[in-house]
């Protein structure tokens, strides 16, 4: 309960503060991309339970000639890359927050299709509410391997405090100024999380 309720005034404030950013930024994504402004979609919040997310848009719809869509690389745009090497593609997030999709703080909400992928152990990120940020976000976010990772998750689900929970916000700033650990080497995104048995 106390940490739901730091979500949500933290949260209720901190969109009152950032509310002509985020106009901007609307505004911004709309002239330059078009509609849709925001990428929505389905992803497994607290205990599995789907939820739909929202982000600032950061890729095109552009399909090769048999309708199938482009490569990640080809489809982000300049302003794409602005948006997510400064974490603000993130920031609509925060009206998944106060709805109680998500927290400021918590694992990753990752791709439905991933669920049954997922090592038992593994599968215990979801047993508390999907983060904007988290503590692998902070350890490495996607210069790090998926079981790394997932590791990072579950030790947070086994020691989160309040105070954890500021700390990871404080340090998330610092990791956003520095622009840290973007991108997986040679990827524009994460690449795909195929199950351990794979690798990562």
């Known amino acids: 309960m106390l940490k739901r309720l730091f979500d ?9 503060v950032i509310s002509p950013v985020l106009l901007f930024l609307f505004l911004l994504v709309r002239q330059k991309m078009a509609a849709p402004v925001f990428f929505r979609q389905k992803r497994p919040g607290l205990h599995g339970a789907p939820f739909y997310m929202y982000k600032f848009r950061t890729m095109t719809n552009a399909c090769d000639d048999n309708s199938c869509l482009l490569p990640d690389c080809d489809r982000l745009t300049s302003l794409g890359r602005f948006l997510r090497a400064t974490s603000l593609d ?16 918590g694992p990753r909400p990752l791709l439905t ?13 979801h047993e508390v509410r999907p983060g ?4 692998a976000q902070i350890n490495g976010r996607n210069a790090i391997t998926w079981e790394e990772k997932f590791k990072l998750d579950v030790w947070y689900v086994d020691h989160h405090t309040l105070w ?4 990871i916000i404080l340090m998330t700033i610092v990791k956003v100024l ?3 650990d973007i991108n997986a080497a040679g990827e524009a995104t994460m690449g795909e999380f195929k199950g351990s048995a794979h690798g990562a």
């Open 8 to 16: 949500f005034i933290a949260t209720a404030a901190g969109l009152i």
């Open 90 to 105: 993130e920031l609509p997030e925060l009206f998944n927050v106060l709805k109680g999709d998500m927290s400021l703080v």
């Open 113 to 125: 299709q991933y669920l049954g992928r997922y090592t038992p152990e593994q599968a215990r990120r």
């Open 132 to 135: 904007v940020t988290g503590w």
């Open 164 to 167: 954890l929970d500021i700390k």
């Open 178 to 180: 520095k622009r840290e």
